[in-house]
C-alpha cells in the first residue's frame, strides 16, 4: 500500500526509526513522499533513494559513528579549544564528514541533487537564524536566488542535521548575502503539517513516526543548573510548534516512540543499545498498525 512519511528528529534514537521502518517494510507500506528533520532527514533521504531497512540499518552500523565528530585540528587541548571552537566557528565539529558519507550514499543511488527525483518526493526542514524563519528544503530554495533542482541533497541534510553548538551551521550564500542555517528541529522537530493540512483532502494516508512520547506522555524538564536550562530551552523549542499543530485527528496515524535511556549525541552506542533502539522501534510499529486505520 503507498503511503506518504514524516520522521522526526532525535540524534541517534534513529534507529528506532530504522526498526519501525523494517515493520511497515514487511507488511507491504511503501512511502511515495516522504519529509524528515535532523536524523529524520538522513533515514528520510535513505528510504526515497532505494535502501532497504536492512540496507538502512546496515549502512548506519558500520559507519564509524565517532568519525562523525570531525573537530578542527588544534593544538590546544580540545577541553579549551572547545570553547572557542562554539565561539568562533559557532560549533564544535565541523559536520563535513556526515555530508560526505551522505553523498557517497545516496550517489551510490543514482542521487545527486532534487532534480535527481520527481517533484516533492523529498522534503526536509531547516532554520535559518539570520532571518528567524523556517525553511523546507528544497521548496524554499528559490527566495535565496538558488535553484531547487540543482542543490545537493547531501548538503540540505547537512543543514537539517546541524545540532546548535554540537555541528557548525552550514552558511548558504545567497543573493542577499550570507546565511546561517541550523537544526530543523529548532523550529519543527515533526514536520507533518507538509503532508496533512486541515480542509485539505489527502492523496494517500499519511503516517507519521515521532521519536518522543505525545505531549500527555512528557516527562517533566529538572532544570537545576545551566546546562539543564540549556537542554529544556532547546526541547522546548523543539516540540513547541508541532505539539501545537498536532489535533486528535493527527495523533491517530503518528507512531510514537518512547525511547529512553539514550542521549541525543550519544555516537559512542554500544551494538547491543543499538539493537536495542532498533527492536523498540519495531515494537511500537507492530502494535500502532494492529489498530491503524487508514
Known sequence: MNIDGVFSGGGIKGFAIIGAYEELESRGFKFVRVAGTSAGSIIAALVVAGYTSKEIYELVDEFDLPKLLDSRKS???????????????LGLYKGNELERWLKEKLEAKGLRTF???????LRLIASDLSNGQMVVLPDDLEKYGIN??????????RMSCSIPYFFEPVKLRSIDGVNVLVDGGVLSNFPMWLFDKENVKKVRPVLGIKLNPSEYEHEKHQIKNGIQLFGALFETMKDAHDQRYISKKHVDNIIFIKAEGVSL????????KKQKLFEIGREHAKKFLNRWSY
Open 75 to 89: 593544538i590546544i587541548p580540545f577541553s579549551i579549544a572547545k570553547w572557542l571552537l562554539v565561539y568562533w566557528k
Open 115 to 121: 532534480s535527481d527525483l520527481p517533484p516533492d518526493t
Open 265 to 272: 549525541t550519544e555516537f559512542n552506542l554500544t551494538d547491543e
Open 148 to 157: 531547487p533542482g540543482s542543490f545537493s541533497i547531501a548538503k540540505a541534510i
